[in-house]
């Protein structure tokens, strides 16, 4: 047999063993080591001793998001209020009255003087329309230009404006509340959309990345354009879709479908349609907020602030009636849900759910999964819930979560270990742009477990290397309905891989494991320089 390409002069990774070379023909692999060195091949490619994984596989992050943040006023590293203020000062110089001025990544939780306010904003550019955009993505800050045209007087459910001591509007908009804005900016339009793809997934060849679960579309606080998908076909259709695509497709997109037959999308569309590069995957759902902004739902009180435990997004019985209907019509779930309370209603509505209508491999998701007691471990795994939480939360944003929750409750956040303790599967995931995607990044995060503040958070979290390797990449497939596909090299699977030049299920060696190469279906599609 004579194959398209052969790799060799490696070590390759192929389930928990290593070995030398892999051989790949029309995409998939159909040989490894010895076989595979032995084949005749079109194209032979000497790797010269370097290390081969499976291609990393990030099960929840927000790819349109964050391509278009690369065009933004960059927030994250700033530490001070001020240097928010003047970081918008100096795009305003560019920018005439009237017009926009994006700003994404500010955390009030790493700012000296905290949230930004449209005080603050109307003396850096004053006359302008800017939004800051908090790097959590469940409030922003607008300007009093573009706070006047929004219908303060109908705000969502699930969400507030938040007002000062005066009761005047200090320019932060929480959760749904940033619906206001939607209709000055919303449809994004579709070329917008597809450039935003292209720009993410060059940068994410680069970092070992092969495949992605796109956690949101449609509509909703999350989706660009009712007609998303289609931006998605014409991304892949120009080529500029570089990483295989799983969608989830935003609950407030899905609808009563005609004759009874159903609730879900028109044309009877649901989880699972598509093919090797694009696909529909669960329906996403939001129950909370985000922990770091102390919005989440929680049992009790965030730590300082006495009366506050957070809020729903929607009405709970909203959430298990939609959980059930969603259920019912075959689709797959993926419910966002941080504080303890609001993982537990979704523990009660998933549970009603499969009880109603049994089903034995749903899959169904929780997002995050931030704030779990003892109790819910035995229920998640009993049910067959696959939790999806973020290692690298620990480090960028770790010490605002710890403020958040106390000592009492911070070694329930984010927990890793005890999820496959427990018997879950374990997907590996970054929430991207909330924190940065890397996946090297995020599979050290997941073994260290420290804050950027130099604390050791859930030290009983900690998985081994070789855990959470195997997290962010078999265990993002499972969450997906693709390990049959994806995950591993072995044949018959997608030749998906990353090159790498240190092996990075060691703990002495991670931190020096960094992308040499990435490839898909057996090409090469990123070289480092």
Not at 333 to 342: E, L, Q, S, V, W
């Amino acid at each position: 047999m004579r194959v398209d390409a052969v790799f060799e002069n490696a070590r390759v990774l192929s389930g928990q063993s290593w070995t030398s070379a892999v051989a790949m023909l029309h995409g998939r692999v159909v040989a490894l080591g010895e076989d595979a060195e032995a084949l005749s091949a079109r194209r032979r490619v000497d790797l010269g001793g370097s290390v081969v994984v499976p291609g990393f596989h990030d099960a929840h992050n927000h790819m349109v998001w964050f391509g278009r943040g690369l065009d933004e006023v960059a927030l994250g590293e700033c530490k001070h209020v001020d240097e928010v203020y003047a970081a918008i000062a100096e795009r305003a110089a560019e920018v005439p009255e009237g017009g926009w001025i994006v700003g994404s990544g500010y955390d009030q939780n790493r700012l000296v003087g905290g949230h930004p306010t449209r005080h603050g904003l109307d003396r850096a550019a004053p006359g302008r329309l800017v939004q800051l955009k908090h790097t959590s993505g469940h409030m922003c800050v607008v300007s009093s230009t573009l706070l006047d045209q929004l219908d303060l007087a109908n705000v969502p459910v699930g969400g507030d404006v938040v007002l000062d001591a005066d009761g005047s509007p200090t320019g932060l908009l929480r959760e749904q509340a940033q619906l206001l804005l939607r209709p000055l900016i919303y449809p994004t339009p579709v070329d917008t959309v597809v450039r935003a793809i292209d720009r993410a997934s060059e940068v994410y060849l680069s970092e070992g990345i092969t495949s992605v679960q796109e956690a949101g579309i449609g509509g909703g606080l999350i989706g660009r354009t009712p007609v998303e998908v289609a931006a998605y076909q014409r991304a892949r259709d120009s080529g500029v879709l570089r990483v295989r695509t799983t969608l989830m497709v935003s609950s407030a997109v899905l609808h009563d479908l005609p004759d009874g037959s159903g609730f879900g999308l028109d044309l009877g569309l649901r989880t699972g349609l598509g093919d090797e590069w694009l696909r529909i995957g669960p329906m996403k759902l939001f129950a909370d907020g985000s922990l770091i902004g102390r919005t989440a739902a929680m049992h009790k009180d965030f730590t300082g602030e006495t009366g506050n435990r957070g809020y729903f997004q929607l009405p709970e019985e909203e959430l298990a009636e939609t959980v059930l209907r969603a259920h019912a019509a075959g689709w797959q779930i993926a419910t966002h849900a941080i504080g303890d309370r609001a993982i537990s209603t979704v523990l009660d509505a998933y549970e009603a759910a499969l009880k109603a209508h049994p089903r034995a491999d749903h899959r169904h998701r929780i997002e995050h999964c931030a704030v779990l007691p003892p109790a819910g471990l035995a229920r998640i795994a009993a049910l067959g819930l696959v939790p999806v939480p973020q290692g690298r939360f620990i480090s960028e944003i770790g010490d605002g979560m710890r403020a958040a929750l106390g000592p009492s409750r911070e070694d329930w956040c984010y927990r890793l270990k005890s999820f496959l303790d427990a018997g879950c599967v374990l997907p590996g995931s970054s929430d991207r742009p909330v924190v940065s995607g890397a996946p090297l990044l995020g599979l050290a995060d997941m073994v260290r477990r420290r804050t950027s503040g130099g604390h050791l958070l859930g030290p009983a979290e900690r998985l081994s290397p070789a855990q959470a390797l195997h997290a962010y990449t078999l265990g993002s497939a499972y969450a997906t309905f693709r390990e049959h596909d994806l995950g591993t090299l072995e044949v018959g699977k997608l030749a998906d891989f990353a090159v790498l030049s240190a092996d990075p299920t060691t703990e002495s060696t991670l931190d020096e494991a960094r992308v040499l190469a990435t490839a898909i279906g057996g090409e090469l599609v990123y070289q480092a320089s």
